[in-house]
């Protein structure tokens, strides 16, 4: 005899989106929110996930086999993405039973006790008809005999990835207090060749380096890619026969439109907060500066006009801002400027030089490239003061910032070999790990959280 599943109210939406139920109101029971930004040890949370429950084993449309395999496979990617942000001490699947699906809403507490758990996350699968499949999450506090957090989702059978990444989010922010960031995706430049004539690609992936797909081919150079506010586009730098653009890749036809051709050099395009700016820099007579026009395109507008060299740009948050590189005072360091160029100032003091500033989403900080002997990724506030260094690599370059704007990614550059990877660390420094490409990446854009 089947056991009825928990009832959760899904509303189906165009796919490949996915439908969402309303989490339920998290119990105010007092528990600590934990700080991922201070010196001090982290509090460790033991988080048991075992594998996701099913009313019938029947086979499925999903690349991980029938519902049974992949209610083991969600909770495996769960784990998988609590673990790597370094604050948790999940136990996966293999190493726990699978409870069966009356336990879903009703745990054992007793036995999860037994096994020194401080938080449990169930959930259940169940084959829809049309191949789609539904997940459902639920997050338990062991000691307090509470549920905290519960979620559903109904998705094709491509995407069921993204119900176990939104399903670590939900974890994450109803544990940490801080915004999630699993449910995103990354662009980057992915390498292949000989160090003195790399083919250079733009590809994609899912935040954990999975779903990697290559969106163009390599016959031009692609460069410094971001996604735009919206996940639709991405925009890039490419060179073909020595010749500079910069496009905007469309993800859902896969087409491409020429935003902007130059004979001169162009860098690091970067979208505005609402869309509807790009921000580059072109290199003219010996001088390069800042420019932006509109992404639909137009005339652009030029933002700085000192000797030099004036490249990068980054918004903030709230598009009144940008932080920027410039060489003016005589080396590489980090400015800021009003969105219409006014009031430029030098942030910077520490020596050395500072490179490839990017606002962090949050507003609070901003991570940047610091060059003094080695190439490492720092952070500093929109002032210039409290200097943070994450990695201590030889050579870390790039930051991109994760959407909650807790997690760097940036691309490390080996000594001997010269290749590239993208890696990742968190705002304490001490969680840093490589993100596993099928090929060398460089150039790493974090996207926002998914719509």
């Known amino acids: 005899m089947k056991t009825a599943l928990p009832a959760l109210v899904l509303a189906l939406i165009a796919q490949p989106a996915l439908a969402q139920t309303t989490p339920a109101p998290a119990p105010q029971i007092g528990e600590p929110a934990i ?43 769960i784990t998988a993405d609590l673990k790597n942000n370094g604050l948790f001490k999940p136990t996966g699947p293999a190493a726990l039973p699978r409870p069966p699906l009356g336990q879903v809403q009703a ?39 509470q549920q905290l957090a519960k979620a559903g989702w109904t998705l094709a059978p491509s995407e069921w990835r993204r119900a176990a990444h939104k399903c670590a989010d939900l974890v994450y922010s109803r544990l940490s207090g801080e915004n999630p960031f699993f449910d995103s995706k990354i662009a980057y430049i992915a390498e292949t060749g000989p160090k003195n004539r790399r083919l250079k690609r733009l590809a994609i992936m899912d935040s954990d380096g999975a779903n990697h797909v290559y969106l163009t081919t390599g016959q031009a150079t692609a460069l410094t890619p971001r996604y735009s506010p919206d996940y639709k586009a991405i925009l890039y730098l490419s060179y073909f026969n020595g010749q500079p653009r910069i496009y905007i890749f469309d993800l859902a036809t896969k087409t491409q439109r020429l935003l902007l051709s130059a004979k001169n050099p162009l860098f690091a395009p970067r979208w ?12 003219q007579a010996g001088n390069t500066d800042i420019y932006k026009m509109p992404s639909a395109g137009g005339n652009p507008v030029k933002l700085t006009d000192s000797p030099g060299i004036d490249i990068g740009g980054s918004f903030s948050p709230d598009g009144s801002k940008i932080v920027f590189e410039s060489d003016r005072s005589g080396s590489q360091q980090v400015y800021v400027m009003n969105a219409d160029g006014s009031g430029q100032k030098r942030i ?80 304490t420094g001490r969680n840093e790990r490589k993100l596993d490409t099928p090929v060398d990446g460089s150039d790493p854009a974090w996207g926002p959280l998914r719509p």
Not at 48 to 66: E, K, L
Not at 272 to 283: C, F, I, Q
């Open 272 to 283: 505005s907060p609402d869309g509807k700016w790009v921000l580059y820099s072109m290199a």
């Open 348 to 427: 910077s003091f520490f020596g050395g030089r500072s490179a490839t500033p990017e606002w962090s989403p949050r507003g609070d900080q901003i991570a940047f490239t610091h060059i003094a002997g080695n190439l490492r990724v720092a952070v500093m506030d929109p002032a210039g003061g409290s200097l943070r260094y994450l990695t201590d690599s030889w050579q870390d370059e790039a930051p991109t910032w994760a959407p909650n704007g807790r997690v760097i990614q940036f691309f490390r550059t080996a000594k001997t070999s010269g290749k590239t990877g993208v890696w990742q660390v968190d705002l």
């Open 35 to 77: 700080d991922v930004t201070d010196d001090s040890d982290w509090q460790n949370q033991t988080i048991a996930i075992p594998a996701f429950a099913t009313n019938a084993d029947v086979p499925t449309q999903t690349s991980a086999g029938s519902t049974a395999a992949l209610g083991f496979s969600l909770a495996t990617v």
């Open 107 to 145: 745990p054992d507490y007793p036995g999860w006790t037994a096994r020194s758990t401080d938080m449990l996350i169930q959930g259940y699968v169940r084959a829809e008809a049309g191949g789609q499949v539904t997940v459902g999450c639920y997050l338990y506090d062991v000691a307090l005999g």
